[in-house]
């Protein structure tokens, strides 16, 4: 009984200590600069020096691992269940060690990254409300938008670099765009490429480890949005379509046209399938006016999503959908489609200038 009560004990210290620093970064815009300045950066700086120096992602291997652990708890308080008449002190004393591995982990996430939820949506700062510009004939303009610049990059010479160039040069241009207070920043190869398939991922950030991991079979139009994209989560941006806004603004100012061809197309794939659902007309004749290069990239990315479709991407969206809503993104998985909103905004109402700031430490934002 004295390690069940020592056990209960650490449980309750760490409930309170997870109700209280939510409570304290809910408290408002302040709080949250408090956790950026002193606790977000300096930790992912320090992992960032850790883990950098070598091309294997740590985290793969950490989330493996977890698993197993899990998995044999769970074997034991299964065990320990169907013998609790003989293992009653176990099965309790099972049950508080799995809850209290479950907050420490909590906390560790919270700490080191998982208080960049707490961030305001990074449009908000462009002080306007986007929902009233929006309707379906901006949906229409903005895939036009998209369209035209797409047709130009497809008649120029671009050659979609390897991941140590493509992390170089993203990285470079995250710290021109946003200041030198950011971490460096690199997405490695993930060794979970075919699993990640079959769940439809792209890549992933693990918040423990400061990691971007990057699924590097997808085809390489799209190399520099998925790496953009998982370096917005290093940045410490927590919200999926402000990772995506992200990408897409430190792609279209690169002066590579391959990273300009990457963040047009990934943003062309989230207008063109909302504009199919609302206007299917209108999406036709946009299809037809999209150059064939394009077109065949679409195709081709359809395909490996038919060759990988399996229960488990189901599986996995719902999980992942569950764990944004329970991170304060109330559209879940659709928050990835609120970009649309934010690029027509930019490019149509704000012309191309909207500054943003990322990091509270930083001077720089984008333009």
């Not at 993203?170 to 710290?175: D, P, S």
């Not at 991170?327 to 149509?348: A, H, I, P, T």
């Amino acid at each position: 009984m004295k390690g069940i009560r020592r056990r209960l004990i650490i449980l309750v210290l760490l409930i309170v200590l997870s109700v209280g620093l939510n409570l304290y970064l809910s408290s408002g815009s302040a709080a949250v600069s408090h956790y950026i300045r002193l606790c977000f950066l300096p930790v992912q700086n320090f992992k960032s020096d850790l883990l950098n120096f070598t091309g294997i992602s740590i985290g793969d291997y950490l989330y493996l691992f977890l698993s197993f652990f899990l998995i044999s708890r769970l074997i034991r308080f299964v065990y320990f269940g169907i013998t609790f008449l003989k293992n009653k002190t176990d099965f309790f004393r099972e049950i508080l060690s799995i809850l209290n591995f479950g907050f420490i982990i909590y906390l560790v996430f919270l700490i080191s990254w998982g208080g960049n939820y707490y961030r305001p949506n990074l449009a908000a700062q462009w002080g306007r409300n986007i929902d009233k510009n929006w309707n379906t004939q901006s949906l229409v303009r903005l895939n036009h938008f998209l369209v035209g610049k797409l047709n130009l990059l497809s008649d120029t010479a671009m050659q979609f670099p390897k991941l140590k160039e493509l992390n170089r040069e993203a990285n470079t241009l995250y710290h021109q765009d946003f200041g030198d207070c950011l971490p460096e920043l690199r997405v490695k190869v993930t060794t979970l490429g075919y699993m990640l398939n079959y769940a439809g991922v792209h890549g992933y950030y693990n918040p423990l480890t400061g990691e971007g991991q990057f699924n590097h079979q997808l085809p390489g139009f799209m190399h520099p949005f998925v790496v953009t994209h998982e370096m917005a989560h290093q940045a410490g941006i927590g919200a999926e379509d402000d990772a995506n806004l992200l990408a897409y603004l430190v792609d279209v100012r690169s002066p590579d046209p391959a990273f300009q061809y990457s963040g047009y197309f990934n943003i062309f794939l989230y207008a063109y399938s909302n504009l199919r659902e609302k206007d299917s007309l209108s999406a036709r004749q946009i299809w037809q006016s999209l150059n064939t290069k394009s077109q065949n990239d679409y195709l081709d990315l359809k395909d490996l999503y038919r060759r990988y479709r399996s229960i488990m991407r189901g599986v996995s969206n719902d999980i992942y959908d569950n764990y944004l809503k329970w991170n304060g993104q109330q559209k879940g998985l659709g928050s990835y489609d609120m970009v649309v909103r934010w690029v027509y905004y930019r490019e149509f109402i704000a012309k191309g200038k909207a500054d943003i700031s990322i990091c509270p430490s930083c001077t720089k934002s984008t333009n």
